[in-house]
């Protein structure tokens, strides 16, 4: 009999990310965008943290971040 198990992960559609995390210095899957320095000019600033260090430093996602 084959094993049919999945695990119950619901991220089917959603493609991984795989982003430099600013905090712990290393890429990293699924890195959501934390902070966004606005500057006039030059590259800007976009801080993205993985998961684990989101968590670690009970970071608030910008898109997650009320107005
Ligand atoms: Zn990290």
Redesign the pocket.
Known sequence: MPETTHPPQDSDSAPRVIGW?A??K?A?EDVRIIQVDEQGSGSGGVRR??P??IDTHNLVPFADRPL
């Open positions: 995390c905090w712990h290393d990293a943290a993985c684990p260090c």
